[in-house]
């Protein structure tokens, strides 16, 4: 169930681009870890099944860069050895580490987003300040994964007659591949040339349009965006005096645990957990409902 979803678009939009822009910026490890752990159940709640078929590639990213960071940074006092006169710091591992896994989940957030923030309700929010932008976002968002359904219909499609790419000669699958691309260019094309005409044909460009749209803002949607904005407010306040800075360089920052720092970590936690427990919310008197019959 993905009941955060049946929030009015501002909501959702609000909340999202709000702990996409926190996490870009917020490098003190407790929120990094924070962040990632939180997103991470989120897009395992809504994608379910699909969730380690679609994140196995990330587990490379983080080593990755938990192993490039210190062969390219050379920062930090805790050295633990060596390679060509450059010293190798434990500094420059965990910082790497932290990036990666800083990437990760804005990666997941964006998926979140994805999910929750369908194309009519970025229309419906954008529409009417520039709807020829609005469109194209909407249009461009979509790209990628039409393109990779089609890919991967292609590619089935393809292996029924002979002309599959894992397997064969280096030359075969060269003439698979190219044979692939050239049927997904083509059916790109078209696909353009049909989206235009169907956009012509219901009045696109047309002035004085009337539009219809299912959003109602609700009582339940202002008391969200009233808290998300309290949440957002106490976080902004930790920024500005100093309670989520956090230093790698030249050595690690000594980590507080005061109740005051406990205050905001626990901030940043509620606001993460929004659209978690709203799921564990609904879900829970979906079933009591359930047994009511």
């Not at 983080?62 to 930090?76: E, K, W």
């Not at 800075?245 to 030249?250: A, E, H, L, V």
Request: hydrophobic fraction near 50%; charge should be positive.
């Amino acid at each position: 169930m993905k009941a955060f979803e049946t929030y009015h678009p501002i909501v959702i939009f609000c909340y999202f681009s709000s702990v996409i822009c926190m996490t870009m910026f917020f490098m003190h490890p407790v929120y990094i870890v924070s962040t990632f752990f939180l997103a991470t159940i989120l897009r395992l709640i809504w994608l379910r099944g699909q969730f380690w078929k679609s994140s196995w590639y990330y587990v490379p990213l983080l080593l990755g860069m938990a192993v490039v960071n210190p062969l390219i940074s050379h920062n930090g006092k805790l050295v633990i050895l060596y390679i060509n006169d450059n010293p190798i710091t434990i500094e420059a591992i965990v910082y790497g580490f932290a990036i990666a896994l800083l990437i990760v989940a804005i990666m997941f957030w964006f998926s979140c987003y994805n999910i929750a923030m369908t194309s009519d309700k970025f229309l419906y929010l954008f529409g009417k300040v520039s709807p020829v932008l609005a469109l194209t976002i909407s249009i461009t968002m979509r790209l990628i994964p039409r393109f990779k359904h089609q890919l991967r219909v292609i590619s089935e499609a393809q292996k029924t007659i002979g002309m599959d790419f894992t397997v064969g000669s280096p030359l075969h699958r060269v003439k698979s591949c190219m044979n692939i691309l050239s049927i997904l260019i083509t059916w790109a094309l078209e696909n353009a040339i049909e989206t235009a005409d169907s956009m012509r044909a219901r009045g696109y460009g047309v002035k004085k349009r009337s539009t219809f749209s299912l959003f109602v803002l609700e009582k339940r949607d202002v008391k969200m965006l009233v808290y998300i904005t309290i949440l957002i407010s106490v976080c902004l306040y930790g920024v500005f005096t100093g309670y989520m800075t956090y230093y790698y360089y030249p050595t690690f920052m000594k980590l507080y645990w005061s109740m005051d720092h406990l205050l905001f970590y626990f901030d940043y936690l509620i606001l993460l957990s929004i659209p978690i427990m709203t799921n564990v919310k609904e879900g829970i008197k979906w079933r009591y409902l359930q047994s009511k019959i």
